[in-house]
Structures are given as structure tokens and as C-alpha cells.
């Protein structure tokens, strides 16, 4: 299983690779924050990650996330944004101001 909740309402995933060295390199957060009645995704990893981070989410019991937020725009970080955004056209995405542009083609 890629998935570890750490604390209440915070579950690590990793988001595996699939290149010698790097299957537990890159990790994701699922947030649910139900003070707010709302969930954050942070880090989607690269594309290649995308469909096993959608079973994770579903083995979690974890539905559209409402927001999506990236630490800073990497390949290895972002780089599944549009393949994530394609699934989850609801979730709003959050990026830092510089890398936006590269996320919205």
C-alpha cells in the first residue's frame, strides 16, 4: 500500500516511479480538513504517477480533492497536473505565481 496516515485527517502517499532508486522518492499529502468541510491534495508528482495516485485516493475513501497545491512547479512535483486535472476538472489548483504559466498549457 502507497498510503500512511500519519496524523488524523493527514495521509502520506507515495507516489512511486518507476526508475531504479526513485520508487519511494517523491511523496504526496491528502489532507482532510473537516473543520472546513474541505480537502487538499498537495503534489500530484510526475504523470506517470496519476493513475496509481487515483486508486490511492480511492483506497482512502477520497473523493475529488477541492484544492490542489503545489510547493513549486518541478517535473517531479507537478508534472501530472493536467493528467490529475482531466479526472478532477472541480479541484482548484494552487501553484506559486512564477510557475503558474507552465502548468496551464
Known sequence: MNTKEVI???????????????????????????????TVLVETGPASTIPQLIEDLKQIGAGEPDYLLYTHVHLDHSGGAGQFNLKFPGTKIIAPLKGRPHLID
Open 8 to 38: 488524523k485527517g493527514l495521509t502520506e502517499i507515495v507516489l512511486p516511479v518507476a526508475r531504479r532508486g526513485y520508487e519511494s522518492f517523491i511523496i504526496g499529502w491528502h489532507i482532510n480538513d473537516k473543520a472546513r468541510n474541505r
